[in-house]
Structures are given as C-alpha cells and as structure tokens.
C-alpha cells in the first residue's frame, strides 16, 4: 500500500516550499509516490518536480473556477500509475506538511481505509450565488467540502463512476464554478458515504486553513509574516486537529525555521512513543514472494511424506 501526493501547480509552475517537502517525503519515500498536475510544461524549472510530472495527455485546460478536470486527472493517471496506492492526497503549490513524516505515516497506518474529507452544509446562499449550481438540485445536496483532502481508493472509484454515470449533473455543477468545493460531497452524499452509520470518511480538515483572515473573497488567509497570530493559529488547530497533515497557504517568505520546528519538535515527545505496527496488506506484499515460497515447500514435503 502507498500514498499518492497529487500536486496541481499553476502560475509560477513552483512548490513554495520544495526543499521542506523533499526533506520530509524521504523517510517516508518507500510508501510515497509524488504526482504533479501543471498547466505549461515549459515553465517547470525544478528537475525534481519535473522527475515527477504526470504524461502531456493528461493535463487539460482548467482556470480559477472551473479545476475539476485537474482533480480528475491527476486522480486518473495516479490510479493507473501505481496499483497500490490507497490513499490519495489533494494538495497545492502552496501546501506543505506540518506533521513529522512518522507521524504522518502511523496515520497511514492506522486509517488507510478512512478518508479524511471535511464536509458540511453549503455557507453561502445558492439561491443567490450560482457557486456550483446548488439551487438546481434539492435542498439535500446543497453541501460544501473542503477543496484539499485525503482519500482512500475506494472513494476515488466512486468519484469516476459518478462522473461517467452521471454526466450531466457532474457538468451542471462544474459550469456554475468553483465546484470543486461542492462536488465531492455530493458525490459522497449519492453513495451513501456521508450517512451517520457509515465510518468511511472522517469529517475533518487534513489541511490547517485559516479561513477566518482571507486573503480574498474566495481564499484563505497566506502564511507569509509567521506573526503572533499565525503562531497562535497553528498551534490551536494542531491540538485541536487530530487528522491535521497539512498547512496552506504558505507563502515562499514564510519562515523556514518555524515551518521546520511544528513539523519535527513541536510534538517530538509524542512522535518519538508512537508505535509503528504495518497494515497486514502491507506486510503480506513485502513478503509475498517468502510466504508463497514456504507454502511450496511445505506442500512438496507434505506430498513427499505421502508418496513414502
């Protein structure tokens, strides 16, 4: 089993914190496959970002407010790419961790058939806003998702079978803008996955956001000062978050030093005393080629025995 990082770039074509992200995917680089969705190829000037660009045919024409088709993309392709990926990680140019790596992997470990997905009742007026179309469906699916979020493959299946199934309303709500921050919990709501009695999905932000100091009327708040509010910020949804991995916005001035310190000694003491126990799928296929082995052998002795 594996974890997909599905990075979408657009405008500088950069990751604002690539040397962060590249120190902190490397112990964890066994489990972790990295994907980048981008809009020009030409202006991608890491090598390392470049190593790990998904292939020209899948990248599609997409804006501000109409992103589904980089969604469905880059899901798409890292799906195809590598079988065992089970958890897939929504992020931006503008992510970066704000967990240690082992961390992050004891909550693979532990909930790698969970997503984590933040959902609740639209907070705007669709019959007034035409923000995803809502007002033409029922009051029921009038929902809002974050838009950065964690699945398991299981949720990512039913994200392209409702897109081919369902056609039309998948392009209704895609043509009334920003949609991908509605259309995922709809998706979710028509397979049932949203129902009380289900445990598929953890209604929590795998992203610390700060929507509360936006930087515009559709965007969150940009780390860039780390000033006392920022701090006290951070600090607040760590011990409040328990399924908090990442931080966005973080702008390329934000302090290196600070990002640094919440990610490997804020909760160094906690970190250190966790046990790591793999997954038995993820045992299993370490040592299946050894298992399969024995079971032979096994089998001739036992055959030899008979023949005797």
């Given at each position: 089993m594996k974890i997909a990082l599905c990075f979408i770039i657009s405008y500088?074509?950069?990751?604002?914190?690539?040397?962060?992200?590249?120190?902190?995917?490397?112990?964890?680089?066994?489990?972790?496959?990295?994907?980048?969705?981008?809009?020009?190829?030409?202006?991608?000037?890491s090598k390392w970002i470049l190593e790990h660009t998904i292939p020209i045919n899948y990248i599609v024409d997409t804006s501000y407010y109409h992103v589904i088709p980089a969604y469905l993309?880059?899901?798409?392709?890292?799906?195809?790419h590598d079988k065992e990926?089970?958890?897939?990680?929504?992020?931006?140019?503008?992510?970066?961790?704000?967990?240690?790596?082992?961390?992050?992997?004891?909550?693979?470990?532990?909930?790698?058939?969970?997503?984590?997905?933040?959902?609740?009742?639209?907070?705007?007026?669709?019959?007034?806003?035409?923000?995803?179309?809502?007002?033409?469906?029922?009051?029921?699916?009038?929902?809002?998702?974050?838009?950065w979020f964690i699945l398991t493959k299981e949720n990512v299946r039913q994200?392209?079978?409702?897109?081919?199934?369902?056609?039309?309303?998948?392009?209704?709500?895609?043509?009334?803008?920003?949609?991908?921050?509605?259309?995922?919990?709809?998706?979710?709501?028509f397979y049932k996955e949203l129902d009380d009695?289900?445990?598929?999905?953890?209604?929590?932000?795998?992203?610390?956001?700060?929507?509360?100091?936006?930087?515009s009327t559709t965007s969150p708040h940009i780390f860039k000062q780390a000033d006392d509010m920022d701090i006290q910020f951070i600090k607040n949804e760590l011990e409040r978050n328990n399924y908090a991995v990442f931080i966005r916005k973080v702008d390329p001035e934000f302090p290196d030093d600070i990002l640094k310190y919440y990610i490997?000694?804020?909760?160094?003491?906690?970190?250190?005393?966790?046990?790591?126990?793999?997954p038995f799928e993820i045992t299993f296929e370490r040592y299946k080629n050894y298992i399969y082995f024995c079971i032979v052998i096994t089998a001739l002795y036992v055959l030899y025995l008979i023949l005797l």
């Open positions: 500088e074509h950069i990751l604002n914190k690539e040397h962060i992200w590249r120190e902190w995917i490397e112990p964890n680089k066994d489990i972790i496959n990295i994907y980048f969705y981008y809009k020009e190829l030409h202006k991608i000037k993309s880059v899901l798409n392709f890292s799906s195809i990926n089970t958890w897939f990680c929504m992020l931006t140019d503008s992510c970066c961790p704000i967990i240690s790596p082992k961390h992050f992997r004891y909550l693979f470990y532990n909930y790698y058939k969970k997503s984590i997905f933040s959902w609740k009742q639209a907070w705007w007026n669709p019959e007034f806003h035409k923000r995803a179309n809502l007002a033409k469906f029922p009051k029921e699916l009038w929902l809002a998702n974050d838009p994200i392209f079978h409702f897109v081919k199934t369902q056609s039309v309303i998948t392009k209704t709500i895609c043509n009334g803008g920003l949609a991908n921050e509605s259309l995922f919990a709809i998706i979710f709501k009695k289900k445990e598929n999905i953890i209604c929590a932000s795998s992203h610390l956001t700060d929507w509360n100091r936006r930087s490997y000694e804020y909760n160094k003491v906690s970190d250190d005393s966790l046990v790591l126990v793999e």
